[in-house]
Structure formats: C-alpha cells, structure tokens
C-alpha cells in the first residue's frame, strides 16, 4: 500500500465496533475482574488511566507506523517531546552538542535547565555535517538536531552526524516538526528518536498542544520508561483530535506546499526581497540533502527584506489581511511573524527582524499573493 493509503488504515480500532475511530475513553480508574489481574494486566490493557486508554494507543499505533518505530511517547506539548528525551538520555558529568538553528524554547531548556544537572551544552553550526567528530568525546551522550531549523532552514546531514554520534555512543534526537514525520523519516535516516509537535501539521487546524517523541529498540524502552516516571500524559480528547488530524495530513502538507512554493517563487522576483529561504528551492544551500532526505516540502519558509528597519517589517506585517499575525503554523490558516534567528551570527545569521517566515495555509495562493502585495504597497516610499 502506497503512504496516503495506509494513512487511511492506520491506528483504527481493534474490535467489532465497525467504528473506523477510537472512542474518546475519559478514565482514572480502570476495574480489573479478578485480585491477580489487577498486577497482571493482559497485554494492550491498562488498570491505569495515565498510561493511556484507545484513543492514546491509536495515536500511538498509527504514528509508530508511519516511522517505523517500536514506541511513541505522546507528550502534553511539542517543548515537552524535545525535553523528554534529552532528560532520558543525559545525565551529570555529560555533554549536550545542539545544532545551532534550534527552536527558541528548546534552546533555553539546553542552556538554562541542564546545566543545573551537571550537563554542558555546545552549539554547532548547523551545516557541520561529518565535521561534527571534532566535537565529539566519550561525554556526549545526546545530539540535538532540529531539521530544518524552523526560522532559518539549514538542513542537518543526519546520517552523516549519526554515525560520528554512534561511535561515542550518543543519542541522536531530532526535532521534526518541519516534516511532520511524513516528509522526511529520521529513524530510517540514522536518529535514535524523532520527536515533533503535533501542534503543527498534525494536529492541522490550531487547536490542540501535543507532542510525540518516536524511538526503536533500547532508545524505545528507555523513552517509554521516562514517559512513565515524569507521569507524562496526555488527553484522550486531544489524542482523538490528532489522530482525525492525522487523517488529512498528506493533502493538507501537499496543498500547503505547492501554495508555499508558488508564493516564494513571486516573493523571489519582488524587489523589496533580497533572499527566499526555502529548502525545495534549487537556490537554498541545502537542497541537495532535502532532495536526498525529504519526499516533499511542507508550507513553511522565510524571506529577508532588503533596506530592513524593524518599524517597516511591521508595518509591512500590519497591512496584511489574510495572512494572521502568529507563531504556531502547520494549521489551516497562513501565518506571518517577522523574527531574529536564534542561532550565532558568526553561523549564518541574518540581521535580526530583517527575516519573515511565512506558514502558508489552505487559502487560494493567489489571495495570498494579493495580500502581500498590500504589504509591500505599506512599506512602498
Ligand atoms: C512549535 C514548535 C515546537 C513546540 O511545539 P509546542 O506544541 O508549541 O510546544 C517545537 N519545535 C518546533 C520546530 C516548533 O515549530
């Protein structure tokens, strides 16, 4: 069966319902018939709300399938699936080695959370590739990768970094968020675990905060063991919605993303910008490993505007209609907010607020196109 087919199979209820959607189970408690049950449940059953009723395992179920994985942790957020792991994976006396382009909030978890812990953290330019090895000692224990960097779009060589990471024994995490899982296969690629937020394409329509972290074999257990002693939860309400979300999510990233490049390719010739960043095109830096890693673009990219102060960033931002002033893309409504690159300028930064990233949604891409063309028109002299 091709991708989008199983997408329509995975993850459904076991059982003679002949309901093609898990039942939104809301439990604590869950009775066992007999005294010698209730330490011994059967396998697929839980005497414990927390560990997750049908609608969690079906989310659990169809993403494992998707990636190939033996486990996936859900998480109350997309943040919480990036710091599980790396807190199952670290430990005193460590080192952290992050790509440099990783998303804000994670990096803060790295910079002003672990050390507490006794973990030191080191940023890399997120194009190092196999030069990472100049960085690597026995004290390694993780690799934080997010690819690519949601604000400035460097792709990471994953295998390339993964098989330096593996010959110190450290765990390769991926944030991917950008693929969704669907685009791009980590675990296949060489990571240990791939985590993303389902906040984003997933979950599809801006509604719902979820996380899911995915791992095979010992990095499986281990994840699922964390999940379980930090008390991890999530609700079977938002499970259900993920999963519907789920549903939809290759016609919603293809739509997104032929819109996406037909909005880039006229930005491209506008004068008012001076780069787009945007991984499917021949001109992005990396576009040889996203033709070698991905199956597709998602909606996401950024350009920089050229003659930049921040006043007329915003008011370019100001004048658009269509496009919604916001952070959390991957839902059905395009998205714009003007930025400063986290990473090191001595690794690529742009200047700061001069960049614009662009979610684009499920709109006609010509209103789209239109609405920025008021935008410009704001800012015109
Ligand atoms: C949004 C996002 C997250 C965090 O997801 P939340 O659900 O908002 O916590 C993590 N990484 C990337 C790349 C994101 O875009």
Redesign the pocket.
Known sequence: MKPETRLTRIGRPHGGTGLVNPAVERGSTVLADTAHELYNAPPGKTHYGRMGLSAQSALRDALCEISGADWCALTP??????TLPLLAVVSNGGRVLAADC??G??RKFLTEVLPRYGVEIEFFPPRLGSGIASLMDERVQAVFL?SP??LTFELQDIPAVSAEARKVGAVVIT?D??SAGWLMKPLDLGADIA??????YVGGHSDI???AALARGNAAERLKDYERTFGCHVSPDDAWMALRGLRTLAVRMTRSAESALKIADWLSKRPEVTSVIHPARTDHPDHAIFQRDFSGASGLFAVTLRDFNRQRTEAFLDALQIFGLG????GYESLAIHCGPQLRRDHGAPDDGALVRFGIGLEDPDDLIADLEKGFAAIAV
């Open positions: 957020s997309g943040l919480s699936a990036m990783v998303y909030p994670t997010e960097g949601s944030d968020t950008y985590a993303q937020a389902l906040t984003k905060l979820l996380g952070f959390s893309w991957g």
